[in-house]
């Protein structure tokens, strides 16, 4: 039987795999339930990864995520939640001893923006970067997630850069005080994001060491680089100083771990072996639907983090 299906029928069938029992009758508000052996590195589910189980209030969620032995969260959309949840979301982590993984402060993929000197788009950057500084002050946050924007057709390639590397040191001398790092990231052209400037790990490693700003930092989506470039250890070890965050996702469908062609359970070791202790965001969707899917999706992660320490 292949993996993928032996975990559907463990799944439908109530049979949890790594300490998943009892699991099922999970109360959402109440998180009785608890699968409490902490996982090796801190994977960070979103807020809406369990809603089958833990409904749709944030706290309720983040208290499920605990229960399951996860050490960390992430929130895409932070940014946009109203400063009190901000709050409240903060002090639940922290009652809990959890990390937050980075918010997306600025990802426009419609628009030209760091590859320009354009005066409009300098100003814009620095209101986000003034934004995302509240959200750090209300929640404690280390990192925040930017995208450069779209190519331009109409500009030398190495001019692009060079006013990317200009507008990441200006973004990264504003939050730099507060301990914030910026994390850029590197997306795939070819599947998801045709037109973006920043697509591959050296390349946004050398922005980084141009840029010779300690907050400027990369978020290392594994899925993303799969799909552009592959080779996904050995480019960890040559970024290694300037990676910030993880993304997780399979390919090929961008699910849990175990779903596709990257071997996670090697790759968490690694990382692990490296001494990493910072978020890995699980940013992918769930290869089977409702709780069966939620219960799938912890097994995978049991499976993955199962390395030797």
Not at 92 to 109: I, K, Q, S, T
Not at 259 to 266: C, F, L, M, Q, V
Not at 268 to 293: M, N, Q, T
Request: with cysteine.
């Amino acid at each position: 039987m292949k993996r993928r299906n032996f975990i559907k029928s463990t799944a439908a069938s109530g049979i949890a795999l790594s300490g998943l029992t009892g699991i099922m009758g999970a109360s959402a508000s109440g998180s009785k339930v608890s699968n409490s052996a902490k996982f090796n590195l801190k994977y960070a589910p979103n807020l809406g990864m369990f809603r089958e189980h833990a409904g749709r209030d944030p706290i309720d969620n983040i208290k499920f995520i605990a229960d399951q032995g996860f050490r960390a969260i992430f929130d895409n959309g932070l940014m946009n939640k109203p400063p009190e949840l901000q709050e409240k979301i903060a002090n639940e982590l922290a009652r809990l001893d959890m990390d937050l993984g980075p918010f997306v402060l600025y990802a426009d993929f419609k628009v030209k923006s760091m590859v320009t000197q354009d005066p409009e788009i300098k100003e814009m950057l620095k209101k986000k970067m003034a934004d995302g500084l509240e959200v750090q002050k209300r929640t404690g946050i280390k990192t925040a997630l930017v995208v450069p924007g779209r190519f331009d057709d109409a500009l030398e390639w190495d001019y692009q850069t060079a006013n990317v590397i200009d507008n990441m040191r200006m973004c990264c001398d504003i939050v730099g005080e507060s301990g914030l790092k910026l994390v850029m990231e590197p997306l795939n052209a070819w599947t998801n994001h045709p037109g973006l400037f920043l697509t591959k790990m050296p390349q946004a490693h050398m922005i980084c060491v141009a840029v010779n700003h300690p907050s400027c930092k990369i978020v290392d989506d594994i899925y993303h680089q799969q799909i552009t470039e592959g080779n996904i250890i050995p480019n960890i070890d040559m970024c290694w100083d300037s990676i910030g965050a993880f993304h997780i996702g399979d390919n090929p469908g961008r699910k849990e771990p175990t779903t596709g062609e990257i071997n996670y359970k090697n790759i968490f070791k690694h990382i692990y072996d490296k001494g990493y202790d910072g978020v890995l965001c699980a940013e992918h969707g769930k290869s089977i639907s409702g709780k069966e899917g939620e219960l799938a999706l912890i097994n995978a992660y049991r499976e993955v983090d199962a390395f030797e320490v």
